[in-house]
C-alpha cells in the first residue's frame, strides 16, 4: 500500500469524527441550563391535553439556538411519552422557505404519501388537524431560521400555524418553536406576537470564553483519545473561539487540530497544530504591523513567541524573565517592569497577543495569562528576528 495512506484512518488522535460534526447534537447541552430552564417554564402546561405552546429564540450565529431547541423537544416527547403523545420536526426555513414547503414537511411527517397535489394551503393546514386530532397526536413543529420564510412571504404561515385550531372543536393541536438570528420580533404582525405571546421570547448571547471550553471539553472527551490533549488545548481552542462567541469554531479547531497531529504521525495535539488553523481565520500579520513596533516591544514579542511555540499560555512574570534573556542577546539593558506592562497593553490592542487574568501555576494568586490563539508564533518568530538583526545590525 502507498505510504502516505497510512496516515488515512490511523486514530492515532481522533477516536470518533461523528461529535464534531455541525449537526451532531450531544445528549445534554454544557453551560446553557438558564435557557433551558427558560424554555421549560414557557412550556409548563405542554403535558395537559388541549394546550399548545409557543416560544421564540433569538441571538447571534453559533449560540446554540437549534441545539437546544432539539434537545428539549426530544426529552418532552421522551419524558412525558406516557401523559402525552408528543412528537416533533425541526424545519429549516432557509431550505423550505415557502409556506407551501413548510406544509407539505409537515404533513408528509404525518404521513409520507398524503396527496397534498391541487390542495390549498388551507386545506393542507385543516388536513394536518384532522390528522392529529385523530391519531391523538401534539406537534411540536421548530420553525429554524424563520428570517428566510418571514422575509419571502410575511407573517401568514405564522398566523396561520398559530391559529390551527380557533374557531374549531379541541385546541393543542400544534406548538411552535421558532428560532431566528435576527431580532425579528419587531416585524411580526400584532395578531402573530399576541398568539405568540410576546414573553416568550428567549434572548441567547454568544458563548464567552468559559462557555465555549465546556463545549471543547464535551467534544474533545467523546472524540478524542484520552491521552491526545490536555485541558491547555482546550484554553487555546476557547481562546481562538472567543473572538467570534461561535460554538462551530470549537469544532472545527478540534478536528483541525486532531487531523494536524496525525497527519505529523504524533498521538498528542500540541499547540501549533491549534495556533496553525486558527492563524489561516484571521488577517496574517502584516510585516509593518512588525515593523512599526518600537524595538523593545519587538524583543518583549520575540520573547513571548518563543515559548508560545512551545506551551498554549505563558504567565507575564515568565514573559518579563524571557525578555531580559532576549535582550541580553541582543546586547541591550532592558526595561522596566511598568514599561513592558504597557508594552503588553500595546500588543494587545494591535490583536497580536490575547492576555486574561488566571491563576499563577503551581503557586498562589492571580497573573497576567498571555496566550496568542489566531497567531502561528513561529511566523512572527522569523519576522521578528530579521527586523531586530536589522536594526541591531547582527
Ligand atoms: N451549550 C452547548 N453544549 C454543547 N454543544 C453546543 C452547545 N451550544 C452549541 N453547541 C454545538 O455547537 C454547534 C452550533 O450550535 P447551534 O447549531 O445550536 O447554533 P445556532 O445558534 O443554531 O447557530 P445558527 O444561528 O448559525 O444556526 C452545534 O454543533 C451544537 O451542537
Ligand atoms: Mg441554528
Not at 449537526?23 to 424554555?39: A, C, N, S, T
Not at 401523559?83 to 409520507?112: A, D, G
Not at 404561515?157 to 390551527?164: E, G, Q
Amino acid at each position: 500500500m502507498a505510504g502516505y495512506l497510512d496516515r488515512i484512518g490511523a486514530g492515532l488522535v481522533l477516536k470518533n469524527v461523528e461529535p464534531l460534526s455541525f449537526d451532531y447534537i450531544p445528549l445534554e447541552l454544557v453551560g446553557r441550563d438558564d435557557k433551558i430552564l427558560d424554555l421549560a417554564s414557557i412550556f409548563s402546561t405542554i403535558i395537559s391535553p388541549e394546550t399548545s405552546c409557543n416560544a421564540l429564540i433569538t441571538g447571534p450565529v453559533g449560540s446554540g439556538k437549534t441545539a437546544l431547541a432539539k434537545v428539549f423537544a426530544k426529552d418532552i416527547k421522551d419524558n412525558y411519552s406516557r401523559k402525552r403523545k408528543i412528537s416533533y420536526l425541526h424545519i429549516n426555513c432557509r431550505n423550505h422557505s415557502t409556506t407551501t414547503q413548510v406544509l407539505h414537511r409537515i404533513i408528509t411527517s404525518l404521513e409520507p404519501r398524503y396527496p397534498v397535489r391541487g390542495l390549498s394551503s388551507s386545506e393542507i393546514l385543516s388536513s394536518i388537524r384532522t390528522i392529529l386530532r385523530n391519531s391523538n397526536k401534539h406537534l411540536l413543529v421548530i420553525l429554524d431560521e424563520v428570517n428566510y420564510i418571514l422575509r419571502k412571504e410575511g407573517n401568514d404561515i405564522l398566523y396561520n400555524l398559530l391559529r390551527i385550531d380557533e374557531d374549531k372543536d379541541g385546541q393543542g393541536t400544534i406548538s411552535l418553536i421558532l428560532i431566528s438570528q435576527e431580532e425579528i420580533l419587531n416585524s411580526l404582525e400584532g395578531a402573530v406576537i399576541s398568539r405568540l405571546g410576546a414573553g416568550n421570547h428567549l434572548r441567547f448571547s454568544s458563548y464567552g470564553r468559559d462557555g465555549l471550553f465546556e463545549i471543547a471539553k464535551q467534544r474533545a472527551e467523546l472524540s478524542l483519545f484520552e491521552d491526545s490533549y490536555s485541558d491547555q488545548i482546550l484554553n487555546l481552542i476557547a481562546d481562538s473561539a472567543s473572538t467570534m462567541g461561535d460554538a462551530r469554531n470549537v469544532l472545527h479547531l478540534i478536528e483541525g487540530a486532531a487531523k494536524n497531529a496525525e497527519k505529523e504521525g504524533r498521538k498528542n495535539i500540541i499547540p501549533e497544530d491549534v495556533q496553525s488553523i486558527s492563524s489561516k481565520e484571521v488577517k496574517a500579520v502584516e510585516p509593518h504591523t512588525i515593523d512599526s513596533l518600537r524595538p523593545h516591544t519587538q524583543l518583549l514579542l520575540l520573547a513571548i513567541c518563543r515559548r508560545l511555540k512551545k506551551e498554549s499560555e505563558m504567565t507575564s512574570g515568565d514573559a518579563e524573565q524571557l525578555y531580559q534573556v532576549v535582550c541580553e542577546e541582543y546586547n541591550q539593558s532592558p526595561k522596566g517592569h511598568t514599561t513592558l506592562w504597557k508594552y503588553l497593553k500595546d500588543l494587545e490592542l494591535k490583536d497580536l497577543l490575547t492576555s486574561k487574568y488566571g491563576a499563577v501555576p503551581q503557586g498562589r494568586g492571580r497573573t497576567q495569562i498571555l496566550s496568542m490563539p489566531n497567531i502561528l508564533p513561529s511566523d512572527l518568530i522569523k519576522r521578528l528576528e530579521s527586523s531586530l538583526n536589522r536594526q541591531y545590525g547582527i
